[in-house]
């Protein structure tokens, strides 16, 4: 699976907590094995972010991304739950 980053996650990734840095890096690992993997959470958006999904680094962190093709990912946005506000 490719995944691009789109400007946004890159500038938000950037801030983000190095320990939540290190967390998202593990869970990449296991989207790129399965993105509906039970652990990462993955889930449909609806509203606004409709065509969207989003999976969980840990309690508080969440990556919004898109799906181009079936080998191709975008992650668009990383944050907490006011990512979804984005």
């Known amino acids: 699976m490719e995944i691009f ?3 946004r996650f ?10 939540v840095q290190r967390q ?3 869970k990449e690992v296991v989207f790129r094995k399965n993105p509906f993997d039970r ?5 449909k ?4 972010l409709d065509g969207f999904y989003s999976f969980s680094i840990n309690f508080s962190y969440r990556i919004i991304f898109d799906f181009k ?6 992650f668009y946005n990383v944050g907490k739950h006011d990512v ?3």
Do not use: W
């Not at 958006?45 to 606004?48: A, D, I, Q, R, V």
């Not at 093709?69 to 975008?74: A, L, W």
């Open 5 to 7: 980053y789109s400007p």
């Open 10 to 19: 890159a500038r938000e990734y950037k801030k983000l907590p190095v320990p």
């Open 24 to 26: 998202a890096e593990k």
């Open 39 to 43: 652990q990462l959470k993955t889930h």
């Open 45 to 48: 958006l609806s509203g606004p």
């Open 69 to 74: 093709n079936e080998k191709v990912v975008r």
């Open 84 to 86: 979804y506000d984005s």
